[in-house]
């Protein structure tokens, strides 16, 4: 069964970081649930809203992405995801590389049609 978390841990992510690297509104409302709570590992705490804005209005934009040395553990609803994300990122027209370990939790939320993983948390640390 583990396995099986890792595996659909690991392609969660990927849509994620593809949607991340384009900036893809209608992906990434697809995937971000609306109580998405997204802690950077600088500190700063977005919500849904306030991160996709920053991505359509270019004041945060990813470069590069990677997540790696991903783990997972899963209940019925929710699915935690640990990891090593590195990334560059241009940031108040700054490029900065990022190199965080992360936790995600993806909840299996009820949706008009069914059922959907979506981003319910994400908490990123610097990787020191």
Request: hydrophobic share 40%.
């Amino acid at each position: 069964m583990l396995n099986a978390h890792v595996h659909l841990a690991s392609c969660l992510e990927r849509r994620r970081c593809e949607a991340l690297l384009k900036s893809d509104q209608a992906e990434l409302d697809l995937l971000l649930s609306p109580k998405l709570v997204y802690m950077h590992s600088t500190g700063v705490r977005d919500n849904k809203n306030s991160f996709l804005t920053k991505l359509a209005d270019g004041s945060l934009k990813y470069l590069s992405l990677e997540f790696s040395q991903i783990g997972a553990q899963a209940s019925d609803d929710s699915l935690i995801v640990t990891g090593l994300m590195t990334a560059k990122v241009l940031k108040a027209g700054q490029e900065k590389a990022v190199s965080s370990l992360f936790m995600t939790v993806w909840a299996n939320e009820e949706l008009a049609g069914g059922r959907r993983w979506r981003l319910f948390a994400h908490q990123g640390c610097p990787k020191v």
